[in-house]
Each structure stands twice: as structure tokens, then as C-alpha cells.
């Protein structure tokens, strides 16, 4: 990565902000968008060992911290696990975590991302 500029971005970077907008449109009521507090889901940090929310993984985009689409999508079955950890399946959060992950694994899969080859290296 030397010879890019900070700003220029990889064809996995463009990818993966491109997958990651649409996912970040699906989850409406912003409850995946920061990470979780305790204030907010008591014990939280005691029973979720690695947490992840999409503010982070747009970070970490920014960051290359991902070297592969798999890797992405890793992050994004761990964010939406955790809620289906913490939280009953009769909660909103539950019920919205399983949501976002099928919605986020269609659009991933779907062929449209596939016939663009300059998409899917
Ligand atoms: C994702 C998740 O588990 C979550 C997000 C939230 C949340 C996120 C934003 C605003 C309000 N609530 C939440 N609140 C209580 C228990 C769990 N959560």
C-alpha cells in the first residue's frame, strides 16, 4: 500500500464501502450503528466479549484492517450474533440483528455483485 495515497482507495475499499452503505441503510433505527454501552444494555461488556457495531467497521475499512470481503462479512455475523447473544429472540434488537444479517447476506451474495466483475476480485 505505499505507492497509494491515503486517499486513494483499493477496489476491495470501494467494494466494501459500497456493500457496507446499503447495510448501513437497512439498519433504520440506528441500532447497530455505535457501539453497545452498558448504560444501555446492563452487563453488556460481561457477556459480549468482542463487540462490533457498523461505525466500527467503516473504521476499519478506512483503516484496511480488512484484506478480503470474508473478513467484512465476519465482522458483520459477529455484530449481529452479539445482539442474538445478549438479547431474547422476542426483543426488537434480536429481531432486528437477525434482519440485518439475512438483508446484508442477499445483497452480498445477490448476482447483481457478482456480474460486476470489477466489484468481486
Ligand atoms: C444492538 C443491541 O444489542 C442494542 C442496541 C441498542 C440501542 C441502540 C441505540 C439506541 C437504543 N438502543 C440496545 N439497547 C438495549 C439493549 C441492546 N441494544
Known amino acids: 500500500l505505499g505507492r497509494l495515497k491515503k486517499s486513494e482507495k483499493t477496489a476491495l475499499q470501494r467494494l466494501l464501502e459500497y ?20 448504560q444501555i444494555a446492563p452487563g453488556y461488556s460481561l457477556v459480549i466479549s468482542r463487540p462490533m457495531d457498523l461505525n466500527s467497521m467503516k473504521r476499519n475499512i478506512e483503516n484496511h ?34 434482519k440485518l ?9 445477490r448476482d447483481k455483485l457478482r456480474s460486476t466483475p470489477q466489484l468481486l476480485p
Open 19 to 38: 456493500v457496507h452503505q446499503i447495510v448501513e441503510k437497512k439498519d433504520t433505527q440506528q441500532f447497530f450503528a455505535w457501539p453497545v454501552t452498558d
Open 65 to 98: 484492517v480488512y484484506s478480503s470481503l470474508p473478513q467484512y462479512i465476519d465482522d458483520l455475523q459477529l455484530m449481529c450474533r452479539n445482539a442474538m447473544v445478549y438479547n431474547r429472540p422476542d426483543t426488537v434488537y434480536y429481531k432486528a440483528a437477525k
Open 101 to 109: 444479517l439475512h438483508a446484508a447476506l442477499k445483497i452480498i451474495t
